[in-house]
């Protein structure tokens, strides 16, 4: 079974800085899609990036990019110039590209909790 | 505007009341999925549903039941809640297989008493 790891239950970041939050994975499958989802303290679940495993190129929206190592089971996220709207915890998740079954279910990390300090 | 809908967003009950806590979107995905979340251990899920009259259980689906009988809607059952049942609730929905995405609802916070 799949498993994602995110091993900083909390970090913080001074405002206009840069933070990397960090997300690995276990895996035997070899296509299967990488998100980072953001919750504010509104609750929301608000889709930050999104990765396919088959793309070499790192996805950016933004603000927002990944450093996405596929051998190394290996998923980060890097805020660049951080804003105080940043601030909500950040879950890494899986989902098999495979059809059928628990296959297709999003596995997510335990989370992130990230601090903005102005 | 694309969206999925939970009912009801906040609720209180008490210990052996049956509740039903409602699920709707408007975007004509198949799959639909309901998650627990509770505090250090990020979101589990209870059960999903591939389409209609489809469905089976995730990593939690002790005291819980959900039915789909239509596409748009996937309720969760809580036949006789337990407080260990207090948590925040999400429903999700995707298409399958067209980039993977979720779209969740904006939750539901049950607590019982």
């Known amino acids: 079974a799949q498993t994602v790891t995110q091993s900083q239950p909390e970090m913080s970041v001074q405002e206009a800085e840069t933070v990397t939050l960090s997300c690995t994975y276990d895996t035997s499958e070899s296509d299967y899609y990488l998100f980072w989802y953001k919750q504010p303290p509104s609750r929301q679940m608000i889709l930050v990036i999104r990765?396919?495993?088959?793309?070499?190129q790192n996805a950016t929206e933004n603000r927002f990019s990944v450093n996405f190592q596929k051998a190394a089971k290996s998923f980060s996220l890097k805020i660049s110039d951080s804003q105080l709207g940043d601030a909500a915890m950040y879950f890494c998740?899986?989902?098999?590209?495979?059809?059928?079954?628990?296959?297709?279910?999003?596995?997510f990390g335990k989370g992130t909790k990230l601090s903005v300090k102005p | 505007e694309a969206q999925v809908t939970q009912n009801p967003r906040y609720l209180i009950t008490v210990t052996g009341k049956k509740l039903t806590v409602t699920c709707s979107q408007n975007m004509n995905h198949e799959y639909m999925s309901w998650y627990r979340q509770d505090p250090g251990l990020g979101l589990r899920q209870i059960y999903y549903?591939?389409?209609?009259?489809?469905?089976d259980k995730g990593d939690v689906p002790e005291g819980y039941k959900v039915s789909r009988k239509e596409k748009r809607n996937f309720p969760l059952i809580l036949e006789s809640p337990s407080p260990n049942q207090t948590s925040l609730y999400f429903c999700?929905?995707?298409?399958?297989?067209?980039?993977?995405?979720?779209?969740f609802g904006e939750g539901s916070r049950l607590t019982v008493l």
């Open positions: 990765q396919e495993a088959y793309k070499q």
């Open positions: 549903s591939m389409n209609v009259e489809v469905t």
């Open positions: 999700a929905s995707s298409f399958w297989g067209s980039a993977g995405e979720l779209f």
């Open positions: 998740a899986y989902r098999s590209r495979l059809g059928g079954g628990s296959q297709g279910n999003l596995i």
